[in-house]
């Protein structure tokens, strides 16, 4: 199985930037389907970013153009960079993942992880 762990939460101003990072651990694979999902109080879990091993990518609409998903094969590492943050943008992060890409919805996905808090002040 796989565990994922985020970092890189943490308080900003409007219009900062913040780098998030997903480390995986324990069995992976060449092939495979990681995206970024948040969830402030009162509102469901959405997807912000997702993408494959083969480098496919696919961004929220309320994100395009200021949210930037990666992958680093050699770290096992998935990250976030986030700029131009918005206060709408204050919520819980978290990481998932799985071997194939069969939608964006939280269901779609095996593994998660813990979450990483991302708070912006106007």
């Known amino acids: 199985q796989v565990q994922l762990m985020e970092s890189g939460g943490g308080s900003v101003q409007s219009g900062g930037s913040l780098r998030l990072s997903c480390a995986a651990f324990?069995?992976?694979?060449?092939?495979?389907?990681m995206a970024w999902f948040r969830q402030a109080p009162g509102k469901e879990r959405e997807v912000v970013a997702a993408?494959?091993?083969?480098?496919?990518?696919s961004y929220a609409d309320s994100v395009k153009g200021r949210f930037t998903i990666s992958h680093d094969n050699a770290k096992n590492t998935l990250y976030l960079q986030m700029n131009s943050l918005k206060p709408e943008d204050t919520a819980m992060y978290y990481c998932?993942?799985?071997?194939?890409?069969?939608?964006?919805?939280?269901?779609?996905?095996?593994?998660w992880g813990q979450g990483t808090q991302v708070t912006v002040s106007s």
């Open positions: 998932a993942a799985d071997w194939l890409c069969r939608g964006l919805g939280s269901t779609d996905f095996g593994y």
């Open positions: 993408i494959n091993s083969d480098d496919s990518t």
């Open positions: 324990g069995s992976t694979y060449s092939t495979y389907c």
